[in-house]
């Protein structure tokens, strides 16, 4: 018995012992905090050529976010629209700054951002309930080289990072199929593999 616990101890993943801060691509980082009210702040420098996260969703964790520097465009879906198809025809899109403070995504709320070129910006984001999901899914990202990476590779990663794809016609069900089938399936049979497995991330008080 002894064996295996150690077996199992010594596969486990500390994720205090990564690197904190990570490159997202020209003049752009993101930075895993440690006893911190937030978990990742991202920076983006006036020499990056600005970022783009399509639309997509959590079942599990509501997503909060705050600009301290610059401004950060958002879509948000309608509010509790979590089983109603095409909630995305509801959303509103507007610039964000640090004025606006705490912004609440509820989950299963469709949500997408977007930062234009040429742009100082830092914004912090934490979950709701606030754990490792989070990094790991970012970590994963960015192992594979971002969301521009193998649809299968990028479609594990969301299956395994309660993440899911908001699609035209908004229909959650076949969403959540497609991330299944995709990730939980073809994604593993080709080959593809999580660098950072969710059941050996070591936990943190």
């Known amino acids: 018995m002894a064996a295996t616990a150690t077996a199992t101890a010594d596969a486990q993943i500390d994720l205090w012992d990564e690197p904190e801060t990570v490159s997202m691509g020209k003049g752009m ?5 440690r006893n911190s009210d937030y978990l990742s702040r991202v920076t983006i ?25 610059g401004r950060v465009r958002y879509t948000l879906g309608e509010a509790g629209a979590k089983f109603k198809a095409f909630s995305w025809l509801r959303a509103t899109t507007r610039f964000y700054s640090a004025e606006d403070g705490e912004v609440i ?7 997408a951002f977007f930062v234009e070129p040429g742009q100082d910006v830092i914004f912090e984001e934490r979950t709701t309930p606030m754990d490792d999901d989070k990094e790991v899914f970012f970590r994963n990202i960015f192992a594979v080289g971002g969301l521009t990476a193998s649809p299968f590779a990028v479609m594990q990663i969301f299956y395994h990072g ?6 035209p016609g908004g229909v959650r069900i076949l969403e959540k199929a497609l991330t299944g089938l ?3 399936y073809i994604a593993p049979f080709l ?11 070591k936990k943190h008080a």
Do not use: C, N, Q, W
């Open 29 to 33: 980082t993101m930075t895993f905090l």
């Open 105 to 111: 995504i509820p989950r299963g709320t469709a949500h």
């Open 191 to 201: 080959g593809h593999k999580l660098t950072y497995d969710p059941l050996k991330i």
């Open 45 to 69: 420098s006036a020499e990056s050529d600005g970022i783009t996260v399509p639309l997509h969703y959590h079942e599990l964790h509501d997503e909060i976010f705050r600009v301290v520097e």
């Open 162 to 167: 309660d993440g899911y794809p908001a699609l």
């Open 182 to 184: 995709l990730g939980h």
